[in-house]
């Protein structure tokens, strides 16, 4: 069984899954290197609707992303979108701020999309998208997922093309496959639907938080200190990579 499940790992992404409070605009994802296949599992509540990646690259570089869903009725309608933020990339209208000197890249799901099965947790996903986009100047570059109709729910994105594991792997994707298999719905339970989010005029005048990028209460990149606090993450990365 362990050598069925490790010989299946070889041929698929590397699995990470985060929590609500992981991966957000302010803590994202970090990829090591963007070459290198792997998959984030993130379920998205109303307080952290977005799913968020980091990476670096150099000018040109050549960058593979997918979006997808775990296969379940309760959520086989839901179409979340991907976008890629990086220098150099043209203006674009996310719906939320994105750092001055930043461009950005969005696709709508696919109408019908593509089933995917993960061989080495038994898993099956729906790809809502597949692309490769050219990052002409290089990185910071971040991925995001979010539903601009106001919805938070179970989502992944993969990047990379390069099957890769290490020795030290092993153990760790060993340990993570009852998360993984639990986010798909096969502990039991069922892929539950994408959480309807309240809208900001329907907040409470007292609430201290603001509307955030798809429509739910969190810390917002749309008021002008989250961008400037985006902004302020995106120079760092620009400086380290100096």
Do not use: N
Request: glycine share 10%; net charge negative; aromatic share 8%.
């Amino acid at each position: 069984m362990l050598f069925t499940l490790l010989a299946a790992a070889a041929s698929a992404h590397q699995p990470f899954v985060v929590t609500p409070g992981e991966a957000g605009a302010y803590t994202p994802f970090a990829v090591e290197d963007p070459d290198v296949s792997i998959v984030v599992y993130g379920e998205r509540t109303c307080d952290d609707a977005q799913l968020w990646l980091e990476t670096d690259a150099e000018p040109g570089y050549d960058l593979f992303v997918q979006l997808g869903l775990p296969v379940g009725d309760a959520i086989e309608d839901w179409r979340p979108r991907l976008a890629v933020i990086a220098p150099g990339l043209p203006a674009a209208d996310l719906g939320f701020d994105i750092p001055d000197g930043m461009g950005a890249v969005m696709w709508e799901a696919a109408a019908e999309p593509t089933q995917f099965d993960e061989p080495y947790s038994g898993t099956s996903s729906w790809i809502l998208v597949e692309e490769t986009i050219t990052l002409p100047e290089g990185g910071p570059a971040s991925i995001v997922a979010w539903d601009p109709s106001g919805k938070a729910g179970r989502m992944w994105i993969a990047v990379g093309t390069l099957e890769q594991f290490e020795s030290e792997d092993w153990e760790r994707i060993m340990d993570l496959l009852p998360a993984v298999r639990a986010f798909h719905g096969l502990d039991g339970s069922d892929v539950r639907a994408p959480t309807e989010c309240a809208a900001a005029d329907e907040q409470d005048d007292g609430d201290a938080q603001t509307a955030g990028p798809a429509g739910c209460s969190s810390t917002g990149l749309g008021t002008s200190g989250g961008a400037a606090l985006l902004a302020l993450w995106f120079a760092a990365r620009r400086r380290r990579r100096a």
